[in-house]
């Protein structure tokens, strides 16, 4: 069983780690049950670096997953290169 030892929120310290953008990555399984609810109120990250230090929690199954989301102004400026680059092929 997945339980909860006290109350209050538990924090992964992922110790400088630059995920890939999109990726989930699977923090805990279990085989019983668990009495946590909402994974994104219970659970908080520090250590993220790079361009991709957001991220979400999520329950899949028996498991705790977290999944890597790019900085919203790194996506923009990624988007806006993009589009720079094929607005540049066809002229």
Known sequence: NFTKGTPGAY???FMNSAPNAGWTYTL????GSTDFTNPNTTFT???????NN????AF?????QFTA?????SALAGLLI???????RRA
């Open 60 to 64: 899949n199954g028996n498991s705790l």
């Open 45 to 51: 990250y520090t250590g993220l670096t790079g361009a």
């Open 82 to 88: 993009t589009a720079g680059l094929l607005r540049r």
């Open 69 to 73: 989301v790019p900085e919203p102004t």
């Open 28 to 31: 805990v399984t279990w085989t």
């Open 54 to 57: 957001t991220g979400t929690f």
């Open 11 to 13: 924090q992964f310290n």
